[in-house]
T-cell receptor, first 116, second 114 residues
Framework: GAGVSQSPRYKVAKRGQDVALRCDPISGHVSLFWYQQALGQGPEFLTYFQNEAQLDKSGLPSDRFFAERPEGSVSTLKIQRTQQEDSAVYLC??????????????FGAGTRLSVL | AQTVTQSQPEMSVQEAETVTLSCTYDTSESDYYLFWYKQPPSRQMILVIRQEAYKQQNATENRFSVNFQKAAKSFSLKISDSQLGDAAMYFCAYRTNTGNQFYFGTGTSLTVIP
């Protein structure tokens, strides 16, 4: 596709529900990143994939958060037993090559998750 | 640990005027990259400008330029001839040359006054 696509755009969940957020990166992009952006804050790193391999998950806040990218393209971020503090915008980004500071990350428009 | 600080939560500028957004960062690395991203209400982060730390020359992209002071760990963004479409949140970000993640500041909300 022309850009990074995320769905759904908005998600409302009741506390305790499981949610799945989808990211469709730019075709051919090797690297994929997930970020969490709380209201009024900058994005914070959650996890990184190079192709299908999850190379860094140091930013995942708890074991309720799980991400996968089984075929090296589309990725899903799953949050189990959602809590109110999980309410945020979840951003996905992709870049053409592997980890290098010069590689530009292209961002999607994010999924706004509201946990009631 | 790497941190990025944006000390101006909000800024405003008159249309056609110039505005400077501030950013400082903390790192022990010598090789890294700095970025300014724009986030309009649509939420999509758009790259405005990028600076390689090993380059002394300040990056420019049309009306956007940076003042990179490596010793002071300062990376400010100057927007010249401000336009209504420049109104957005602006985030400063840092990334090491080999690191996986960006470190973002808390953002500056820019208002452009007609």
């Amino acid at each position: 596709g022309a850009g990074v696509s995320q769905s759904p755009r908005y998600k409302v969940a009741k506390r305790g529900q499981d949610v799945a957020l989808r990211c469709d990166p730019i075709s051919g992009h090797v690297s994929l990143f997930w970020y969490q952006q709380a209201l009024g804050q900058g994005p914070e790193f959650l996890t990184y994939f190079q192709n299908e391999a999850q190379l860094d998950k140091s930013g995942l806040p708890s074991d309720r958060f799980f991400a996968e990218r089984p075929e090296g393209s589309v990725s899903t971020l799953k949050i189990q037993r959602t809590q109110q503090e999980d309410s945020a915008v979840y951003l996905c980004a992709s870049s053409l090559y592997g980890p290098s500071g010069k590689n530009i990350q292209y961002f999607g428009a994010g999924t706004r998750l509201s946990v009631l | 640990a790497q941190t990025v600080t944006q000390s101006q939560p909000e800024m405003s500028v008159q249309e056609a005027e110039t505005v400077t957004l501030s950013c400082t960062y903390d790192t022990s690395e010598s090789d890294y990259y700095l970025f300014w991203y724009k986030q309009p209400p649509s939420r999509q982060m758009i790259l405005v400008i990028r600076q390689e730390a090993y380059k002394q020359q300040n990056a420019t992209e049309n009306r956007f330029s940076v003042n990179f002071q490596k010793a002071a760990k300062s990376f400010s963004l100057k927007i010249s001839d401000s336009q209504l479409g420049d109104a957005a949140m602006y985030f400063c970000a840092y990334r090491t040359n080999t690191g996986n993640q960006f470190y973002f500041g808390t953002g500056t909300s820019l208002t452009v006054i007609p």
